[in-house]
C-alpha cells in the first residue's frame, strides 16, 4: 500500500516537473502581479500598459512585455539672452559702443537710438571714417600793386640862371656848354664871370648862373686874364 503511495507521488513530482515556465508562472498571484506593474509604473503607463491588463497577462502565464526605460529628460536649456538672432550684444553694450564713438557718430548722422537697434539686430554698422585733417591754410598772393611800377626818377635838370645873361661878346665866349666843348674837345670848359674876371668849374654853384657870364675854353680863359675862383679845385687836380 504504501510502495503505490510512494510510486503515486513519484509520478507526480515529475510530472509536475515536467510542466512548462508558463504553468509555473500561473502560480503568482493578483497581488504580486499588481506589484511589478507599480514597480514599473511610470514605464507602463508611457507603453498603454494598464495595471488591470498587466495582472491579467501576469496571471495567465504570458510573458509581460517589459517596457523599455523612459529616456533621460534632456536637461533644460538656459534662458536665451534677450537679444535677437545673429547678435549676442546686449543693449547696454550697443549703446557703449556708440558713446565710445560718440563725435564721430554724431558727425556721421547716427543716432544712438539707430546704432543699438542695428548692433542688437546683428547688422554691421559702418564705422563712421575720421574726418579729414584740414589743410594748412595756404598764405595769400601778395597784393599786386594796381598803379605799374614807376620808372626811375630823371636826374634833376641843371638848375636855369634866374638872370638871364647877356650874349657873350668876345671872342671864344658861348651861351651853351655844347658850344664851347665843340670848340676846344681836348680842354676843359669852364664859366667865366665877366664883371669879377674869375672862372668856375662845373659842379659848383656859380657855374652857369653869374649875371654876366659866357661859357670858354679854360686855356683861352686864362690867356683872356681870368682867373680860378680860389674856394674851388680845378676837376682832375
Known amino acids: 500500500m504504501r510502495i503505490c503511495f510512494s510510486l503515486a507521488m513519484g509520478a507526480a513530482l515529475l510530472g509536475l516537473a515536467a510542466l512548462p515556465a508558463p504553468t509555473v508562472a500561473q502560480e503568482k498571484t493578483a497581488k504580486a502581479c499588481r506589484a511589478e506593474w507599480q514597480a514599473n509604473k511610470a514605464a507602463n503607463q508611457t507603453a498603454g500598459i494598464t495595471e488591470k491588463a498587466y495582472v491579467a497577462q501576469c496571471r495567465g502565464g504570458g510573458s509581460t512585455a517589459e517596457p523599455a526605460p523612459a529616456p533621460a529628460a534632456a536637461p533644460a536649456p538656459a534662458?536665451?539672452?534677450?537679444?535677437p538672432a545673429g547678435s549676442g550684444k546686449t543693449a547696454?553694450?550697443?549703446r557703449a559702443e556708440w558713446q565710445a564713438n560718440?563725435?564721430?557718430n554724431q558727425a556721421a548722422g547716427i543716432t544712438e537710438k539707430a546704432y543699438t537697434e542695428k548692433c542688437r539686430a546683428g547688422e554691421a554698422v559702418a564705422a563712421p571714417s575720421p574726418p579729414p585733417?584740414?589743410?594748412p591754410a595756404s598764405a595769400p598772393p601778395p597784393a599786386r600793386s594796381a598803379a605799374p611800377a614807376q620808372p626811375?626818377?630823371?636826374?634833376?635838370a641843371r638848375p636855369v640862371p634866374t638872370t638871364v645873361a647877356p650874349a657873350p661878346t668876345g671872342a671864344g665866349q658861348f651861351t651853351t656848354e655844347a658850344q664851347a666843348k665843340s670848340h676846344c674837345p681836348a680842354d676843359i670848359v669852364v664859366w667865366v664871370n665877366l664883371k669879377s674876371k674869375k672862372y668856375h668849374f662845373a659842379g659848383y654853384k656859380n657855374y652857369g648862373n653869374t649875371k654876366e657870364g659866357a661859357y670858354m675854353c679854360e686855356k683861352q680863359a686864362t690867356g683872356e686874364g681870368f682867373v680860378a675862383s680860389k674856394n674851388e679845385k680845378r676837376p682832375g687836380a
Open 102 to 104: 560718440k563725435a564721430a
Open 79 to 83: 534662458p536665451a539672452a534677450a537679444t
Open 133 to 135: 585733417p584740414s589743410a
Open 92 to 94: 547696454s553694450a550697443c
Open 152 to 156: 626811375p626818377a630823371a636826374p634833376a
